[in-house]
């Protein structure tokens, strides 16, 4: 039997489970449409690093939220932005409605946030914690590595799967 659905739906399936997902949808045209989505149901303020994906800022604005932007912090020696840290979200997020953050795990530079502490901030702050995951679908594979999104307990992750884990052309992976 060819059945496709069938198929895609297993392999979600398949793919939840490796992943430590509720549920996996693969996506097509990048994790460009994976942020689109999250962000699209967001009312309010969503907190931004300044150095995201366009994506992200592109989502905000199609679904009407007001982007609450994370100044960026520079290492000295190496002139890269920084990850936020959790009292930069704090002074950004004061009297604001915040409905959303997204985070950016590893940076472009490889630079990894203390993923954890700024999921739990966003929680306590009532709001959905989301994460682009574009170059770091690997580190679920190696202790080594540093913890995933969805293990640091992120309400949605965003992996490109054509980046890292080995798949054709703009594929990527919501979970």
Request: some cysteine; aromatic content about 10%.
């Amino acid at each position: 039997n060819h059945d496709f659905h069938r198929a895609l739906e297993a392999a979600q399936q398949l793919a939840a489970q490796l992943f430590g997902a509720a549920y996996t949808l693969f996506l097509v045209n990048g994790t460009t449409s994976g942020l689109h989505y999250l962000l699209h149901f967001m009312e309010g303020a969503v907190a931004i690093p300044r150095f995201s994906h366009q994506a992200v800022y592109t989502g905000a604005m199609l679904s009407g939220s007001e982007c609450l932007y994370i100044p960026a912090q520079f290492d000295p020696e190496w002139q890269i932005p920084l990850p936020p840290t959790v009292e930069a979200l704090r002074r950004v997020a004061v009297g604001q409605s915040l409905s959303a953050a997204v985070f950016t795990h590893p940076t472009y530079y490889g630079t990894c946030a203390q993923l954890e502490e700024l999921i739990a901030e966003v929680h306590r702050l009532g709001a959905y914690a989301f994460v682009d995951e574009a170059h770091g679908g690997h580190f679920r594979f190696s202790l080594n590595l540093p913890s995933t999104g969805l293990e640091a307990q992120a309400d949605g992750v965003v992996q490109s799967t054509h980046k890292n884990l080995g798949s054709l052309t703009q594929t990527s992976m919501l979970h």
